[in-house]
């Protein structure tokens, strides 16, 4: 079992009642979970899952190392990209608990290519914008969107386009998840969260796009703690939150500038 998330924002364990359908009947009081293990549960074979997160930047990495360690099977990830240089995400790739990836971008990660190559694992690269888009339209409660990205590609293969005004558009579905994994700089006990400049990167549109969202906070603090003003993601889309201070946060790469 896995302990590194303990809970200082209030003294109850979360009650969950999130075992495998997409219903949350939680408290929204007790929110805040003592453990990785406890904030996952529910999590099952097959599940779509979202995970913040940019390249390295802004990942929760207590939880993803704790998804590597549960010996599901054919996840669906729903990622930027899947990890790199061997870090965050590539566990998954990995323990070969993902069946399908829907991403950004594959770029140099070698585990992500040698799954493919054995045809392990399914890989669904789609322009960013149109990504973060159909995340947010999902949130949004939009079921479908056109956008001209993709237009005259192999984007737009299989999918309606339509001409508006002169200019042609494909339509774009939007993308849910039964999980999204994110990570906050600051919690309160009742998921209203404060990310860090580059770190909120997609965190703010998965949660609304999820059914479940669990928060991996750097720190948990009293309700109210957090100036409203500086609430970048109301609690309202925050089902379970666990604190986890220690973090790796490694940059993929480091650059000198001359001066």
């Known amino acids: ?16 009642g999130h075992h495998g359908g997409l219903r ?11 453990t990785t293990t406890e904030a996952l549960m529910g999590l099952k074979d097959g ?63 070698e585990d992500v290519h040698k799954a493919m190559a054995d045809g392990g694992i399914e890989v669904d690269v789609i322009p960013q914008g149109t990504f973060v888009e159909r995340i947010r339209a999902a949130g949004a409660g939009i079921p479908a969107f056109y956008t001209p990205t993709g237009v005259g590609t192999v984007v737009a293969d299989g999918k309606e386009v339509r001409t508006f005004d002169g200019r042609e558009y494909v339509l774009e579905r939007a993308l849910f998840a039964d999980f999204a994994l994110i990570r906050a700089h600051e919690s309160d006990s009742f998921g209203n969260l404060r990310f860090r400049r580059t770190a909120r990167n997609f965190a703010p549109a998965m949660a609304t796009a999820a059914a479940v969202t669990i928060v991996e906070a750097d720190s948990v603090l009293p309700l109210g703690a957090i100036d409203p003003d500086d609430v970048h993601l109301p609690g309202i889309f925050v089902h379970r939150i666990v604190e986890v201070k220690t973090h790796h946060d490694p940059f993929e790469y480091k650059i000198n500038r001359a001066l």
């Open 1 to 16: 079992m896995h302990h590194r998330g303990r809970a200082r924002g209030g003294s109850s364990a979360c009650e969950c």
């Open 47 to 109: 599940a779509r899952v979202m995970v913040g997160g940019f390249g390295l930047c802004g990942n929760a990495e207590a939880l993803i190392e704790e998804v590597a360690t549960l010996g599901m099977k054919d996840l669906t990830l729903i990622s930027n990209n899947a990890g790199n240089m061997g870090m965050g995400l590539t566990s998954w790739i990995r323990a070969r608990i993902v069946r399908r990836i829907i991403c950004t971008y594959v770029g140099t990660n």
């Open 24 to 34: 949350v009947t939680q408290e929204p009081l007790h929110k805040v979970c003592q």
